[in-house]
């Protein structure tokens, strides 16, 4: 044992009970466990009382030993303690150094610390800070003569916006929160959500379904916004009021209303409804249907449109060699009547699983401007990036987000106010440039070091599984060998269906995960013909076993029919038909 151990949190408890220093080494703790074995076993012991304190003892050492025995769980309880000895850890941490072991436990330990922080008051901030740099790309005609220079045009870039918003929560119960805010920013004083203000939330759950919650902003002009809302299983419904005490007899109060329903029993397709009264400008109706739609192009399990690999774990599965093969596309429309403000919107998304990337496309249509926006968003478990650009008669906006551990940036640059096309477009291609070669250096090579390391890993696991596993496969091919000889010989002396050999494994070339089936096929075989129902994985079938979960799996057979050789790949969740279709069949 390195007798430099790391021990931060200081967890002896175990090498108290064995009696030996924490930079014991392997032989001195397995000869004190036989020393006190020899004392405190139950067996060795006449009373009864005895044997019962004895017993408790005896536990205590042998748990003590098996833990200081076991160099990887030495690890672990000497870095993070007993209660990280529940945690299931990944078997493959057992085959690395020390150093590598300490290293995971090290961020483990940090994660986990995150992880009770943010349970506790669950802090949330945002930074927003606008640039306006729309005189380094504006016309030269559009300047004054004393600002065509660069000089000039850098001078004139300036913080259009700045705000903080920061809030925290505290879980009172299991049915109500608190959250308070602070905002602080350079907004148009007329906006009355703009200012500077704090504010304190209460959400109470009465029930699964219903829900309250009422806001008050602390500093004037002391604003209260109360919410309710109601959801089942196929309808939401939404009302929200704002309004200020001290004018509550002089203006009515601005009222939203929205409602929302699934419109198909066997489809995800949602309409919405939303009605908004303000006594200071026209109220507005918003109409929208929205539709996702999930996919999954990695396997033949797309033959079921919903399927439970939608929100899975792609680190701990093979995936698509591309990283496009699973996800979930949405489209919506809608519009909106707010008298001159009246639109007609659309939107269309894709979201990549497998690389945690979604796309986002918008277009709106009104009276007074045509607006669009693009969005590109890449997320893992802490962090998110996401640029768009979009415009509108606001001009040219391109906008990036960073978030990490729920703190958000924002930094929105207004490009130019007017209409400038080829500012546009190359506002368009150098992102989208940027995009297609961070997939290429980093998406994709990142996608298929987790495809390998699936399959190292699988591999792993069959070869540890591999005597048991081995076992009850021989004995099942043994059982099924004399009925797959009957079937064959019968089959060679009519020119009917012979099974040269059968392989079952994953569609990538991993052979090492590749199980010979050629008994248990040739079993199958009934008057010259091999039928399989699919919807459902053959690793069911006797003298099948499934070597690598979660993966795509094809089932490759050669076979001769009417003294003529074929081949068939069939994937695992589609039906087996042998011979293949267009061959006629004369049964005998």
Known sequence: MNKSRVDPVRNEYFYSVLNVPT?????????????????????????????????????????????????????????????????????????????????????????????????????RGTVTCGIDASTLFARSDDLDYDSRGILARFCGVWVSQFAIRHSVTKVLNEKTNLKFTSHLGLGSRNDLLSRNNLMGTIRHQFSPRLALEAT?????????????????????????????????????????????????????????????????????????????????????????????????????????????????????????????????????????????????????????QLAYLVTATWTNTNTAISTSFGVSTKGLIIRFELEYLHQKWILPITLSTVRNQTLEFFSAVLPSTALLLGYHFVLKPRRQLQRSLYFRKAERLLEEENSQLKRRIDDTVGLLSETAKRHMQKEKSRGGLVILSAKYGPETDAKNLTIDVTVPVQALVHNSQVHVPGHRTKAGIQGFCDPAPASPKLLRVHYLFRDRQHYAEIPDYVPVVLPLPGVSIVLI
């Not at 005896?58 to 672990?76: G, H, N, T, W």
């Not at 929205?258 to 507005?284: C, E, K």
């Not at 079921?304 to 680190?315: E, I, S």
């Open 216 to 368: 008050a902003h602390f500093l004037d002009p002391h604003l209260v916004v109360a919410k309710a809302s109601y959801e089942d299983n196929d309808n939401t419904l939404n009302c929200r009021v704002h309004f200020i005490p001290a004018f509550w007899n002089l203006l009515p109060p601005a009222s939203t209303v929205s409602f929302s329903r699934r419109l198909f029993r066997h489809a995800s397709t949602v309409g919405s409804v939303a009605w908004t009264f303000s006594p200071l400008s026209m109220g507005s109706f918003e109409f929208d249907i929205h539709s996702p739609q999930p996919f999954d192009f990695s396997s033949p399990e797309n033959y079921v449109h919903f399927t439970d690999r939608m929100n899975a774990d792609f680190t701990n599965k093979p995936g698509s060699v591309s990283g496009f093969g699973v996800g979930l596309r949405a489209w919506s429309c809608g519009f909106q009547l707010s008298g001159l403000n009246s639109c007609i919107k659309t939107e269309w998304s894709i979201w990549f699983f497998e690389l945690s990337l979604r796309f986002k496309a918008g277009l709106e249509i009104g009276f007074r």
């Open 23 to 123: 930079t014991a080494s392997a032989n001195e703790i397995r000869e004190r466990y036989r020393a006190l074995s020899v004392i405190f076993h139950p067996d060795k012991q006449r009373g009864e009382r005895t044997k019962d304190t004895a017993a408790v003892e005896f536990l205590e050492i042998q748990k003590a030993y098996e833990v200081l025995s076991d160099p990887f769980l030495r690890e672990v309880y000497d870095f993070l303690g007993e209660d990280a000895l529940k945690n299931p850890w990944p078997a493959e941490l057992r085959s690395q150094s020390a150093e590598q072991i300490r290293a995971h436990l090290r961020r483990w330990r940090i994660d986990r610390s995150q992880e009770v922080f943010d349970h506790l008051i669950r802090p």
